[in-house]
């Protein structure tokens, strides 16, 4: 069974600019996470999904952070403009019983 | 109320030594406490997870023990070696809600 894929795995850009991130999920699981791990820190739960339904989103910086999950299956995370603060490493993440499983995650840094 | 507190953040072991991790919590609606590995450049796995109905378990190498009266748990690893070397967070998740609240991770090192 293949694992949560997500895309682009590594990404640098200017402070102000526009960035975006893909995840594919694992076939099936209908709960999608998106979490941000600053540096040294635990991953801290940004949106959660249900099928192609919010189901929290009170920790997402709206104003500048958004999400979708198109059918139910494929999720993007979207931000823009960036802060320097938004340099992280973003996981996508989807459950299946208790388990989480996560993807392998997107590095960004921005300057 | 949502926080999980881990410690130590750092940990260096000798090959086949033992291997502590602590984690507490105040919200007594944590009803499942998983703990995750994660490797660099990897996303984090689970490892090993307890609910509060038991005190103890144990999978291979790896043991919970689980304290409800003091909303503590601890991961044990005995025997540890130097593939054992990751990051490790504990988590906890408020009762059917799917969520995870992260610790804030320890890097353990294990020494040859």
């Known amino acids: 069974e293949a694992g949560v894929a997500q895309s682009p795995r590594y990404k640098i850009i200017e402070k102000r600019q526009s960035v975006a991130f893909w995840c594919n999920p694992i076939?099936?699981?209908?709960?999608l996470y998106w979490y941000q791990q600053i540096l040294g820190q635990g991953p801290k739960l940004l949106i959660q999904f249900q099928n192609n339904g919010v189901v929290d989103d009170s920790q997402l910086p709206k104003d500048r952070f958004s999400a979708e999950r198109l059918k139910g299956v494929d999720s993007t995370l979207k931000i823009q403009p960036a802060k320097l603060e938004d340099s992280a490493v973003y996981l996508c993440?989807?459950?299946?019983?208790?388990?989480?499983?996560f993807g392998p995650g997107t590095r960004l840094t921005v300057l | 109320q949502q926080q999980v507190k881990q410690s130590p953040q750092s940990l260096i072991v000798q090959k086949g030594g033992i291997s502590i991790i602590n984690c507490a919590y105040e919200n007594t609606a944590f009803d499942y406490f998983p703990w995750y590995q994660q490797f660099p450049g990897k996303g984090p796995a689970l490892l090993i997870a307890i609910r509060p109905d038991v005190s103890e378990k144990k999978e291979g190498r790896f043991t919970i023990s689980f304290n409800k009266s003091a909303k503590q748990f601890s991961l044990h690893i005995m025997d540890s070696q130097p593939g054992d070397s990751a990051t490790y967070f504990c988590a906890a998740s408020p009762g059917n809600t799917g969520k995870l609240i992260f610790g804030q991770g320890t890097t353990l090192q294990v020494k040859p």
């Open positions: 993440a989807t459950l299946m019983g208790d388990t989480q499983y």
């Open positions: 076939s099936g699981h209908a709960t």
